[in-house]
C-alpha cells in the first residue's frame, strides 16, 4: 500500500519555519506594546521634592491608589507626575509630602475637593500642595538661632532664676536643681557646642564655594528639561489617546459583565504560566535537542513517515471503512450498540431516519435548565446502560423507564422517570430498515439501522452503490416520556 509523502519536504519546511517565525514575532510585539496598558498620569507643583521620588507610593484617606511616576524641575519649583489607579479626584484637591517611616520614607497624601474631576495630564498648582519640615531645615534653624547667644550670660540668667524661685517657694527648688544643674553641663560643654557650630559654618562655606559647579548643573538640567518640553506637545497628546482607549476599554468591559470573568480567569492563567516559567523555558530547551535528533533523522534516509488526516471526504471513505470493519468481523448493525452508549442516548427508534439513511438524532435531554436543574437520569437507572439487542422499537422507543431491577437487584419504589423527550409509541409502524446502501458490501442490502424508514436516496453519481428502500414515513410529534405508558 503506497503511503501519501510531500512532494517538496524541503519547500513545505521552510513555509512551517517563516509561519512559526511570524508567530513568534506578532506574539512579542504585542506584549511589548506598553500603550496598551498605560495609565493616565496627573501633575503637582510642589516648592520641594522633600527627598521623594520615583516609586514612592500615592494615598487618599490611608489606602494605597497610585505612585509617583516622573519628577523634574519645572522653574523655581519642582514638576512631579502620578497615577491614581482608578481612582479620580477633584481640581480643588490638596496634595501634601509626607514621611512614611522613621527611616525617611516619603509618601503622597492626597485629599480631595472640589467637584469638578481633574483631567489627564492636569497639573494641581502650588498653592495647593505642601512639603514636610525635614531634619536639616530643624539644624539649620537652630545654627542660625544659637549662632549670637551669650552662653555666660545664659547660665547666669538661669542661676539667678534657680536661686529666685529656690526662697520663693521651697517645693519648686528640687525641680530647678535640675535646670541649674542643666545650665552647668552647658557651660561646661561651651566649648564642644563652639566648635560643633564651627563645622557647620565649614560646611557652609563648602557649600558656598561648590555654588557655582551646583549652578551649573542646574542650567544643563534645564536644558535637558527644555529639549523634554518640546517633545511634551506629542506625549501629552499619545497619552491623551491612550486614555481615551483605556476609557473605551473600561466602559466595553462594563457592558459585557462576562468579560469580567473571562480576564479573572486569564489572569489566574498568566500566573500559572509564570509560576511555570522555568519548566516551559526547560521544556523549549529539551524540545530543541528533540528537533535536532528529528532532523537528523528524517535527512538521514527514507524511513520517516507522515500522515495527515482528512484529506479526503468522508463520504468517499465511508464505504471502504465499513467494508474494512466487516472483514474483520464487526457488524455495522450493532455498531450503535457496540458503541456503548446509553439507553438515553441511543438513537431514536420511533424518529425518522435521515435522508441518507443514517439513524435519526437520539432522544433531546432536558437538564441544566431552571426547570430541570438536576440531571436527566439518575444515577444507577437501567437508562443509563447500553440497551440490550431488539430492544428498543417504534412500540416502545424507551423500555427502560419502566424498569425496576437495578445492577444488584430489585429498587423498592423503582427509579424516577427520566427527563427525556422521546417521539410518541408507534405500534403500528413498519420496523427499522435499512440505512445507508453504501455502508454494505457491493450488491449487499444496508445494515439494519434504528429509527423509522426515510425517504428512497437519490440514483447518486455515476457508479455509486445504492439500493431501493421503501418511502418515508411521517415521524409522530416529539412528547414528553409518559411513565404511565410504558
Partial sequence: MRTLEGSDRIRNGLIGLLVLIMVIGVGQSFVSTPMLFAKPIYYAHFADSAGSGPGDKVRINGVDVGKLKSMKIDGDRVKVGFTLGDQRIGSDSRVSIRTDTILGKRVMEIEPRGNKPLAVNAVLPIEQSTTPYQLYDAFSDLTKTTAGWDLDAVKKSLNVLSETLDQSSPELSKALDGIARFSDTIGKRDDEFKLLLAQANKVAGVLGNRSEQINRLLVNAQVLL????????????????????????????????????????????????????????????????????????????????????????????????????????????????????????????????????????????????????????????????????GSMTPGNPMPCASVTDGPYGPVPGGFPPPNIAVSAPVPGSATPNHGVPAAAIPGTMGPIAPGLPGPALAPGPPGARTVPVPGPVDAPPIAPLDMGGQ
Fill in 226 to 389: 527644555a529639549t523634554v518640553n518640546a517633545r511634551g506637545q506629542a506625549i501629552d497628546y499619545l497619552l491623551a489617546n491612550v486614555a481615551a482607549v483605556s476609557r473605551q476599554f473600561a466602559g466595553f468591559i462594563d457592558d459585557n459583565p462576562n468579560l469580567n470573568n473571562v480576564l479573572s480567569q486569564l489572569e489566574i492563567v498568566s500566573d500559572v504560566l509564570a509560576k511555570h516559567k522555568e519548566d516551559f523555558a526547560y521544556s523549549i530547551t529539551t524540545a530543541s535537542k528533540f528537533m535536532g535528533a528529528l532532523a537528523e533523522g528524517i535527512g538521514s534516509g527514507p524511513y520517516f513517515k507522515s500522515l495527515i488526516v482528512n484529506l479526503i471526504p468522508g463520504q468517499l471513505m465511508q464505504p471502504f471503512v465499513d467494508a474494512a470493519f466487516k472483514k474483520r468481523g464487526i457488524d455495522p448493525e450493532e455498531f450503535w450498540r457496540n458503541a456503548g452508549l446509553p439507553a438515553f442516548r441511543f438513537p431514536d427508534p420511533t424518529g425518522a431516519m435521515q435522508a441518507n439513511g443514517a439513524p435519526p438524532a437520539p432522544q433531546p435531554i432536558m437538564e441544566g435548565t431552571p426547570e430541570f436543574p438536576g440531571p436527566a437520569v439518575g444515577p444507577g437507572s437501567p437508562c443509563s446502560y447500553t440497551p440490550t439487542g
